[in-house]
């Protein structure tokens, strides 16, 4: 039983981490206002939001599982504040940040109309914090550490993110950016 | 019901002149157009629901609906 | 030619220190509560002297009927070819002043703002500095940057509250929700002299001058080919001949008059037209600010039009996508129509462009920019033919 929560909570460890960097790619994606992938504007912005929440729902097994699975010597106190748990206490705090920035998005991201867009953006720009302490979460904690597999999934992440992050510096990023009057600021 | 832009948020994103094409055109440097010349463009009954649709999903906040 | 009796009411005659205001005017006739000056504006028929002409007492009532109001006396001319404000606050600051007094106690409203060009504010600290005891609400002077759009309600608001002098996207009127969401009055400075005066001289004495539908002065300032450029007083319905005679008279013979501003429109220099809503209306302008500005026939209206609108491109807030994009665009192509580029689809460029800007923005800056480039493509069409032919009445040699 207790080899199928620490499997369980692997799993979805590695599954939260990939639609993790399927939401970041979206959401680069989102910001460039083209229709992608077939998909219209709206249609890229909503994918984005649904892989969000779908990792998020992953994030949540993965805690939960491990919380009941007594190898990981999880306390509940430790699913929030980082740093002080027993095994592993660096990776897993980093893996207690990223949830803990990936809570904060999502709950400002579904309250946004209600923040207002500056206080929505300030924090939603923590999206680039919390994808690499996930990745480096990933990498360091997990007993799978050095296996070959985790490596290929965290490295085919990572390329990804690292294209999305080139397309979104160069200067054909957003559908109008060719097309309109040069203005001073970075919108 | 009417559909209020606040131009100083909208970045002609694109999304609303999807969702209400039968309001919204786009014009050349892609800003919606109200397609009946008004500012404020009325929304008839049957498109409350995209054009509220369109509202929530812009992603400047830059549209609301008004009385 | 005989000597006009020009009528001077808000220009002061000679120097304005509370003292020989008080001795010109007598004290401030207070009414002892909110509401009661607004019938007497409303008799007199007061209309803002910013560019508007909205009724004065109407706006009065809608910022009464708030609680916690606040009042803006605007100053804030923005407009190059306007010096009246600057000219009114300078020259006669204690008018401006009683009328904000005037106007904060009609509204209800505890405290007031002074929104005044920087050339205007040592003038205005030393007036306000002689005030207290004469004030009932304390006035806190705003300066305004020298730029086209720190005039506009919204930019005033967003001034006041110490953000930068943009127009803000206004869901709410300002008179309902305006400087921290309170309701506020923003008017223009002259009228607030007029209120002033009208409230110690009566509807009746404001209506001695002007027309029925348009009672009173204005300020008019009056340049290009006229002899003396300058602030001048006079009452709606004056013959245009009249006013540019008070200016000295043209300097040479006249092709067009650019009436209302920058955002205002080129008319024929008809002399008995009257200056009024009524007068100029037929021929889509409007006395606006009371600006004018004579253009002579040696010059060519389409290089005053396109450097006008060249000024005019580069002088919005930057916030809106279609006035960013558009106005840069309709400059140039009415620039390249006045550099006699013959390419034919110049002047319909120029209208689709003009069509494209107006109504899409947070102000009016894009809507008042087409307006004017649109008057010039009508009334100096014979200039737009000989360009594309690549002349120009003006004569002057090409390129």
């Given at each position: 039983m207790t080899d199928?929560?620490?499997y369980?909570?692997?799993?979805t460890?590695?599954?939260?981490?990939?639609?993790?960097?399927?939401?970041v790619?979206?959401?680069?994606?989102a910001?460039?206002?083209r229709?992608?992938?077939g998909?219209?504007?709206?249609?890229?912005?909503?994918v984005?939001?649904?892989a969000?929440?779908?990792?998020?729902?992953?994030l949540?097994?993965h805690?939960?599982t491990?919380?009941?699975?007594?190898?990981?010597?999880?306390?509940?106190v430790?699913?929030?504040?980082p740093?002080?748990?027993a095994?592993?206490?660096?990776?897993?705090?980093?893996?207690?940040?990223?949830?803990?920035?990936?809570l904060?998005?999502?709950?400002?991201?579904?309250?946004?109309?209600?923040?207002?867009?500056?206080a929505?953006r300030?924090?939603?720009?923590?999206?680039?914090?919390a994808?690499p302490?996930?990745?480096?979460?990933?990498?360091g904690?997990?007993?799978?550490?050095?296996?070959?597999w985790?490596?290929?999934v965290?490295?085919?992440?990572v390329a990804?993110?690292l294209?999305a992050l080139?397309?979104?510096a160069?200067?054909r990023?957003?559908e109008?950016?060719?097309?309109r009057?040069q203005r001073?600021?970075?919108? | 019901?009417?559909l209020?832009?606040?131009?100083?948020?909208?970045?002609g994103r694109?999304l609303c002149?999807?969702?209400l094409?039968?309001?919204?055109d786009r014009d050349?440097?892609g800003?919606?157009?109200?397609?009946d010349?008004?500012p404020?463009?009325?929304?008839?009954?049957?498109?409350?629901?995209?054009?509220?649709?369109?509202a929530?999903?812009c992603?400047?906040?830059?549209l609301?609906?008004v009385? | 030619?005989?000597a006009m009796?020009?009528?001077?009411?808000?220009?002061a005659?000679?120097?304005?220190?509370?003292a020989?205001?008080a001795?010109?005017?007598g004290?401030?006739?207070?009414?002892?509560?909110?509401?009661?000056?607004?019938?007497?504006?409303?008799?007199a028929?007061?209309?803002?002297?910013?560019?508007a002409g909205?009724?004065?007492?109407?706006?009065l009532?809608?910022v009464?009927?708030?609680?916690?109001?606040v009042?803006?006396?605007?100053?804030?001319e923005?407009e190059?070819a306007s010096?009246?404000?600057?000219?009114?606050?300078?020259g006669?600051?204690?008018l401006?002043?009683?009328?904000?007094?005037?106007?904060?106690?009609a509204?209800?409203a505890a405290?007031g703002?002074?929104?005044?060009?920087?050339?205007?504010v040592p003038?205005?600290r030393?007036?306000l500095?002689?005030?207290?005891?004469?004030?009932?609400?304390?006035?806190?002077l705003?300066?305004a940057?020298?730029?086209?759009?720190?005039?506009e309600?919204?930019?005033?608001v967003?001034?006041?509250?110490?953000?930068?002098a943009?127009?803000r996207?206004?869901?709410?009127?300002?008179v309902?929700?305006?400087?921290?969401?309170?309701?506020?009055?923003?008017q223009?400075?002259?009228?607030?002299?007029?209120?002033?005066?009208?409230a110690?001289?009566?509807?009746?004495?404001?209506?001695?001058?002007?027309?029925?539908?348009?009672?009173?002065?204005?300020l008019?300032?009056?340049?290009?080919?006229?002899?003396?450029p300058?602030?001048y007083?006079a009452?709606?319905?004056?013959p245009l001949?009249e006013?540019?005679?008070q200016?000295?008279?043209p300097?040479?013979?006249?092709?067009?008059?650019?009436?209302?501003?920058?955002?205002?429109?080129?008319?024929r220099?008809?002399t008995?037209?009257?200056?009024?809503?009524a007068?100029?209306?037929?021929?889509?302008?409007?006395?606006?600010?009371?600006v004018?500005?004579a253009?002579?026939?040696s010059?060519c209206?389409l290089v005053?039009?396109?450097?006008?609108a060249g000024?005019?491109?580069?002088?919005?807030?930057?916030q809106?996508?279609?006035?960013?994009?558009?106005?840069?665009?309709?400059a140039d192509?009415?620039d390249?129509?006045?550099?006699?580029?013959t390419d034919?689809?110049?002047?319909?460029?120029?209208?689709r462009l003009?069509?494209?800007?107006?109504?899409r923005?947070?102000?009016?800056?894009?809507?008042?920019?087409a307006?004017?480039?649109?008057?010039s493509?009508?009334?100096?069409d014979h200039?737009?033919r000989?360009?594309l032919?690549g002349a120009?009445t003006?004569?002057?040699?090409?390129?």
């Amino acid at each position: 039983m207790t080899d199928a929560l620490w499997y369980l909570g692997r799993g979805t460890g590695v599954v939260a981490l990939v639609l993790l960097t399927a939401a970041v790619v979206l959401g680069i994606g989102a910001r460039s206002g083209r229709p992608l992938a077939g998909l219209p504007r709206f249609g890229v912005a909503l994918v984005h939001r649904n892989a969000s929440l779908l990792a998020a729902v992953f994030l949540g097994i993965h805690l939960v599982t491990l919380l009941f699975d007594p190898y990981a010597q999880l306390r509940v106190v430790d699913l929030v504040l980082p740093f002080g748990g027993a095994y592993r206490p660096l990776w897993l705090g980093l893996g207690t940040l990223a949830s803990d920035l990936i809570l904060v998005l999502i709950a400002t991201s579904l309250l946004r109309h209600r923040l207002g867009q500056r206080a929505w953006r300030a924090v939603h720009w923590a999206a680039y914090a919390a994808w690499p302490i996930a990745v480096l979460h990933g990498l360091g904690n997990g007993t799978d550490r050095g296996s070959l597999w985790l490596r290929a999934v965290a490295a085919v992440c990572v390329a990804a993110v690292l294209a999305a992050l080139a397309w979104r510096a160069s200067d054909r990023f957003t559908e109008t950016a060719r097309l309109r009057h040069q203005r001073e600021g970075f919108r | 019901m009417k559909l209020h832009i606040d131009w100083t948020a909208c970045d002609g994103r694109g999304l609303c002149t999807e969702l209400l094409p039968e309001l919204l055109d786009r014009d050349e440097w892609g800003y919606p157009l109200p397609r009946d010349g008004n500012p404020e463009p009325a929304v008839p009954a049957g498109l409350d629901a995209p054009a509220r649709r369109a509202a929530a999903q812009c992603p400047r906040l830059a549209l609301r609906l008004v009385p | 030619m005989t000597a006009m009796l020009h009528v001077r009411r808000v220009l002061a005659a000679g120097p304005a220190d509370l003292a020989t205001h008080a001795g010109r005017h007598g004290p401030l006739p207070w009414r002892g509560g909110p509401g009661l000056l607004i019938p007497t504006v409303e008799a007199a028929g007061l209309t803002g002297r910013g560019g508007a002409g909205f009724p004065t007492a109407r706006k009065l009532a809608a910022v009464a009927a708030g609680r916690r109001s606040v009042v803006v006396g605007n100053g804030a001319e923005g407009e190059p070819a306007s010096g009246k404000d600057l000219a009114l606050l300078t020259g006669n600051p204690h008018l401006v002043l009683d009328g904000l007094q005037l106007a904060a106690e009609a509204v209800g409203a505890a405290r007031g703002h002074l929104y005044a060009p920087a050339g205007a504010v040592p003038r205005l600290r030393a007036a306000l500095a002689e005030r207290p005891g004469w004030d009932r609400v304390p006035v806190e002077l705003v300066e305004a940057p020298d730029t086209f759009v720190a005039g506009e309600e919204s930019a005033v608001v967003a001034r006041v509250e110490g953000h930068a002098a943009l127009p803000r996207d206004t869901p709410r009127r300002v008179v309902e929700h305006g400087v921290r969401g309170a309701p506020t009055l923003v008017q223009n400075v002259e009228t607030l002299a007029h209120l002033a005066l009208l409230a110690r001289y009566g509807p009746g004495w404001f209506r001695e001058q002007g027309t029925a539908d348009e009672p009173g002065t204005f300020l008019a300032t009056v340049s290009g080919a006229v002899a003396a450029p300058g602030v001048y007083e006079a009452p709606y319905g004056v013959p245009l001949g009249e006013l540019l005679g008070q200016a000295g008279g043209p300097t040479a013979p006249l092709q067009a008059v650019l009436v209302g501003g920058y955002h205002g429109a080129w008319l024929r220099p008809d002399t008995a037209l009257p200056v009024s809503r009524a007068g100029l209306r037929p021929y889509g302008a409007s006395p606006g600010a009371g600006v004018l500005v004579a253009l002579p026939t040696s010059a060519c209206g389409l290089v005053e039009s396109a450097r006008i609108a060249g000024y005019l491109a580069g002088q919005g807030a930057g916030q809106c996508g279609p006035c960013v994009n558009g106005l840069p665009r309709l400059a140039d192509t009415l620039d390249r129509l006045a550099r006699r580029d013959t390419d034919p689809g110049l002047p319909a460029e120029a209208r689709r462009l003009s069509a494209l800007v107006t109504n899409r923005g947070a102000c009016h800056h894009p809507d008042g920019t087409a307006r004017l480039v649109l008057s010039s493509l009508s009334t100096f069409d014979h200039e737009v033919r000989l360009h594309l032919a690549g002349a120009c009445t003006a004569g002057r040699s090409a390129r």
